[in-house]
């Protein structure tokens, strides 16, 4: 389970990197890198990406979270 969430973090970053690009210049990395924003391969990455941030959730709430 920990591999799991460690993907969904790296995903969430990912993500949130693309979105601050987005936000600054404009620029679609993830759509770029994956052939614009209305591919199939992006809309992947972005419905990880948005599954991921879902996964998340839960850490919100969790007691353990930083510790191993």
């Known amino acids: 389970m920990q ?3 460690k993907i969904c973090i ?3 970053i990912v993500g949130g990197i693309n979105w601050g690009l987005i936000g600054l210049f404009q620029f ?3 759509g770029w890198l994956l052939g614009g924003s209305a591919s199939v391969w992006s809309r992947i990455v972005f419905t990880l ?3 991921a ?3 998340g959730i839960p850490t919100l709430f ?3 979270v930083g510790e191993e």
Do not use: K, N
């Open 3 to 5: 591999t799991f969430y």
């Open 10 to 12: 790296l995903l969430t």
């Open 28 to 30: 679609d990395f993830v």
């Open 49 to 51: 990406v948005g599954v």
């Open 53 to 55: 941030a879902i996964c």
């Open 62 to 64: 969790s007691e353990q």
